[in-house]
Nanobody
Framework: QLQASGGGLVQPGGSLRVSCAAS????????MGWYRQAPGKQRELVAT???????KYADSVKGRFTISRDNDKNAVYLQMNRLKPEDTAVYYC?????????WGQGTQVTVSS
């Protein structure tokens, strides 16, 4: 089970950090990440990070968002800086272990003045 937290309302230009933790023990080789879905749009990749620390970012968030993880806690974090109104979406945590994929319940991030 993936439990996400940390969403909320922030003004444009502000920062927010979302967190996600996987309960129980998981296979050590895996990939964790964040996706988001805005109203009326498809879910899209935001950032992913492998258990070895290799990261991948969507072009729209490069230089503003930073993904990190704590393997001991089976947790992944997304630090979001210089937020824009177009970052408003429900953010979903994702875990991939070989061919198995798991999703968290989503946390709302709203960027508005």
């Amino acid at each position: 089970q993936l439990q996400a937290s940390g969403g909320g309302l922030v003004q444009p230009g502000g920062s927010l950090r979302v967190s996600c933790a996987a309960s129980g023990s998981i296979f050590s080789v895996n990939k964790m990440g964040w996706y988001r879905q805005a109203p009326g749009k498809q879910r899209e990749l935001v950032a992913t990070i492998t258990s070895g620390g290799v990261t991948k970012y969507a072009d729209s968030v490069k230089g503003r968002f930073t993904i990190s993880r704590d393997n001991d806690k089976n947790a992944v974090y997304l630090q979001m800086n210089r937020l824009k109104p177009e970052d408003t979406a429900v953010y979903y945590c994702n875990l991939v272990i070989v061919t198995l994929e798991y999703w968290g319940q989503g946390t709302q991030v709203t960027v508005s003045s």
